[in-house]
């Protein structure tokens, strides 16, 4: 029997899962076991969690994997290797061959007080820890009525805006950033949808600022200005798991690991890389993202290549030349974007719709019930 084993149940993982069971099917490959392993049975739904944490962003993966015959096994990965996966300090997995896909984690900037005292919305442990300190707050004091957002890229705006969506107008919303204007570098159509929807909101926007130190009930900011606030949020970008350290060429600025066109890791031919884990030429201008968009099909092809692979039996390059964006912008509605220049394509009403079709129906894994058959047609459908 030969051992699939994929490391991180998130997005890359649960699609790498489901296309390495597909590909081991269509091959015949009875002798050919596949085992996912992570630190919980549920794929949380990350990219809706600036909605706050719901239950049903939280998916069961046992059911899927019983129908598709994967294997789950629970446990924290403290170390991998060309053929070993260590889990904790004990228990050692061996594999054929590795599809590393742990993922990302938020990245705190290295200031005093940012961990104890700021939130973050990265996991739905962290965003329920953070949904239920604002149930806490008393809008009547001045300090607890301020929330301040530090970031303001995709997660800080999509925080900032929700907040609107879920509390009104209760909350004075500060967001800060180290450029000077929100949304920047993302294209001057949408940065001017931004600033729109920050105005109707009443979001205040303070550019080419940064926190210098936190406490229970202040902030310092690098303008000098102290700021009084019981809530906040650091939405300054994410940083791959630290697994990535024990390979070769992991990039220092944000921890993804270079991988060649078959997503397998540069100079181990025993692990493929997907995900946010995975530094990929998405085309032959761009890079891959740390983006659900482009960790799911990561992991399909990694899924399959890692397949065909210990088959014998050669791979497939890994391309993703279609990119769009969909940024969720509270009471404003949503901004569709097409292209590596993300023209606009839809705003407002019609641009919700879309990120409402994106975040409750194309970025779910099909539903065990629906049978293996009909499962694995899906994903022979994304394959192709």
Known sequence: MTELLIAGGGFAGVWAAMAAAATRQQEGATDLSIRLVSNTDQLSIRPRLYEGATPEMLVPMRPLFDEIGVELTLGKISDISPSTVRLGTSETLHHDRLILATGSQAHLPPIPGAEEFGFVVDTHASTQRLDRHLDTLNVNDTGAGTILIV???????????????RFGRAFRVLLIDRNKLPGAGLGDALQAEVQLALQENDIQFKGETSVVSASERHVQLSTGEEIETRTLIFATGFHASPLTKSLPNHCPQDGRVPVDADLRVSSVPTIFAAGDVAL????????????CQHAMPMGLAAGKNAVLDMLGKATSAYSQPFYATCL???PYGAVFTNGWDREVIKTRVEGAAMKTQINTQWIYP????????????TIFGELD
Not at 152 to 165: C, I, K, N, P
Not at 281 to 291: E, I
Not at 366 to 377: H, N, S, T, W, Y
């Open 151 to 165: 970031g303001a890229s995709f997660t800080g705006l999509e925080v900032a805006l929700a907040l609107r969506s």
């Open 280 to 291: 990929a030429q998405a085309d032959a201008d761009h890079h891959t993202l740390m983006s």
């Open 328 to 330: 969720a912008l509270g």
């Open 366 to 377: 099909p539903r065990p019930e629906l049978g293996r058959d009909k499962i694995f047609a």
